[in-house]
């Protein structure tokens, strides 16, 4: 199997870390939103659960789409043979 060209590598790591950031984002957003219809009386979790099952989420795949996108950056050390 042939390794990926170096300018792919870039490409296809800063779209992984895009999609980290996006996800990031979009964890903030709902987060808001749900700071803003919680209600203590009428839900019957408290709120750092919902920031538990949010995190799960969206953060959860980011820390992986962020790790990749950076492993990915890194030049590759090719061993020579001999």
């Known amino acids: ?5 170096p300018r792919t590598r870039r490409l296809t ?3 992984l ?3 980290a950031v996006v996800l990031v984002i ?8 749900d700071w803003n219809h ?4 009428l839900d ?4 750092w659960a919902f920031l538990v099952v949010r995190g799960s ?5 980011a820390m992986f789409f ?5 492993i990915l950056r890194k030049e590759p050390r090719y061993h020579e043979p001999g």
């Open 13 to 15: 790591a800063m779209v």
């Open 1 to 5: 199997m042939q390794p990926m060209r």
């Open 38 to 41: 919680y209600d203590p009386t």
């Open 57 to 61: 989420v969206f953060l959860t795949p």
């Open 26 to 33: 979009a964890w903030l957003v709902i987060v808001l939103i």
């Open 44 to 47: 019957s979790a408290p709120f």
């Open 17 to 19: 870390v895009a999609v």
């Open 66 to 70: 962020l790790v990749a996108g950076l």
